[in-house]
């Protein structure tokens, strides 16, 4: 704030907001976002097939299981590798861990396009084994030619 006179010798507030520090901040905040939000997902590589339909919100509301099947057959929670044998045990572990029933929670399952069809449905089939009843597959969109 600063003070200002008028022609009458009195003086008057003169209310003015400096917004510049607020840009800043502003500014700082963008460019961690823009740094950040490309590694938020420090999963497996893979592959994944693309697809026109819209993608699921529900991935970024919460926390959710995401199964990884690599192009070599490979199963990955995370970054923890598994086997088929394996999947169905550590889902129901991870469920209970959080405290969570298997049968309302969702799961997804990301897959490398290179993977065998047989594959897929057997790791679907582990994975519902396991008690799940919501599994959804991740993918990404088409590319837009414009």
């Not at 086997?83 to 929670?105: A, F, H, P, Q, T």
């Amino acid at each position: 704030m600063g003070m200002q006179t008028n022609n009458g010798g009195g003086r008057t507030v003169l209310s003015e907001i400096n917004v510049t520090p607020f840009v800043d901040v502003m500014l700082v905040l963008l460019v961690i976002f823009m740094v950040t939000t490309p590694i938020l997902y420090q999963g497996v590589d893979v592959n994944l097939p693309k697809t026109d339909s819209q993608p699921m919100a529900s991935l970024d509301r919460e926390r959710k299981v995401v199964v990884t099947l690599n192009s070599n057959g490979t199963i990955f929670i995370e970054k923890e590798e598994y086997s088929l044998s394996e999947l169905r045990i550590e889902i129901r572990k991870l469920m209970s861990e959080r405290g969570k029933d298997v049968r309302e929670e969702d799961v997804f399952l990301r897959a490398d396009t290179s993977v065998p069809y047989g594959t897929v449905v057997q790791v679907m089939s582990e994975i519902r084994n396991a008690g799940v009843t919501k599994l959804g597959l991740i993918t990404e969109p088409v590319p837009k030619n414009n």
